[in-house]
């Protein structure tokens, strides 16, 4: 066994019921005493609750999805203007993203409050859309410093957007089994999030107001998203960049469409990573565990229901193979990527995808 393993530092603070009093802990221990808080109007009344101890100085609520450019540079002005010696994001992944945006120019440190299982608050990776592409990278400046954990403040998460959201922390962690900087830690990590996040999301589904569900989904998005900020972007990941940057397609939804397609075209081809998902999935393979579990949640299943059309899949093509990360188990050419697309966007089998001429063993 040999491997190069870098863990992130960042203190998780985890407790239900206990947002703002661990918050305001976090906010004492930087002696920070002007606060920016990032929230969209949506998430206005529970930020308030939760930030209603804090010094703030300024409170920021354009947030849009995939952080558009010119959203980011109003925001880093805003924090400027204000001379902000801390942010806090209050929300889903864009809130999370477009403090990074803001902590990636102006070097400010972040204290997260995740709202959804989007995991973006546990990764130092930063995204910015400008011209329909979206651009992604790393840089430690964007890793919040401190993360607070509540799964009381889940609990008004509509089943639907649990369920996506839950599915792309899914999709972290089957993405970190093969991404290019996987090692046998960060594969633990994700093996356990699968586990968790396979548990609390029926749980969900079943009674929304299921606690002890909403705590399970909140630690296995973060173990899965520790599992990526490790392991780097993988396949999945590349794809769904790019259908969200240049096809504005909703990124929580798109991730659970992709993830399955991905999975069966990869597993015959890492053979050892299959197998663990299939054991933390409880079923006989990986894809059938995933699809029972999709079945079981609803999830949602084609990219068409959100506006991706087929005559969309060949310039997507084109955007996604220069990103494919060359250490994917699996050759992708540009027809197979085509067939996948194809597939993903009417809801096929995801089955259909395990067909490899080309199997090169990779586990």
């Given at each position: ?58 409170r920021?609520?354009?947030?849009v ?21 801390v ?36 990764t ?9 592409r979206?651009?992604t ?25 649990s ?11 089957i ?14 990590l ?59 397609l909703?990124?929580?939804?798109t ?39 999709r ?11 959100y ?44 089955r ?12």
């Amino acid at each position: 066994m040999r491997f190069e393993h870098e863990t992130l530092p960042q203190r998780v603070c985890f407790a239900t019921g206990e947002a703002r009093a661990m918050l305001a802990g976090e906010v004492a221990r930087l002696h920070a005493s002007r606060v920016m808080v990032i929230a969209s109007a949506a998430e206005a009344g529970r930020a308030e609750q939760v930030v209603a101890d804090l010094p703030v100085v300024h409170r920021h609520d354009e947030v849009v999805m995939h952080v558009p450019v010119p959203v980011a540079e109003q925001a880093r002005a805003a924090a400027v203007t204000h001379d902000v010696d801390v942010v806090v994001c209050v929300g889903g992944g864009s809130a999370t993203g477009l403090a990074k945006a803001v902590a990636l120019t102006t070097g400010l440190p972040i204290v997260a409050v995740p709202t959804t299982y989007a995991g973006s608050e546990a990764t130092n990776v930063w995204g910015l859309t400008e011209a329909s592409r979206k651009t992604t990278g790393v840089d430690d400046r964007v890793l919040p410093v401190s993360v607070i954990y509540d799964a009381e403040l889940t609990l008004s998460l509509p089943v639907e957007l649990s369920i996506a959201s839950g599915l792309n922390g899914l999709a972290h962690c089957i993405d970190s089994m093969w991404a290019p900087r996987a090692d046998p830690i960060n594969g633990a990590l994700a093996v356990e999030g699968i586990r968790a996040l396979a548990a609390g999301l029926p749980a969900i589904a079943t009674d929304p107001h299921n606690v002890l569900g909403r705590e399970q989904a909140l630690y296995g998005a973060y173990l899965s998203a520790a599992a990526f900020a490790s392991a780097g972007s993988g396949l999945h990941h590349k794809i769904c960049h790019v259908l969200g940057g240049a096809f504005d397609l909703p990124h929580a939804q798109t991730h659970a469409i992709v993830l399955p397609y991905v999975l069966a075209f990869n597993a015959a081809s890492a053979a050892g990573a299959e197998r663990r998902i299939a054991t933390a999935l409880e079923a006989s393979t990986a894809v059938d565990g995933l699809e029972r579990l999709r079945q079981q949640l609803g999830a949602p299943t084609a990219l068409h229901d959100y506006g991706f059309r087929s005559g969309d899949i060949d310039r997507a093509v084109e955007m996604i193979l220069p990103a494919v990360p060359r250490s994917n188990p699996r050759r992708v050419t540009a027809e197979e990527l085509r067939r996948l697309l194809g597939a993903a966007q009417r809801g096929s089998d995801p089955r259909t995808m395990t067909t490899n001429p080309n199997t090169r063993s990779r586990s």
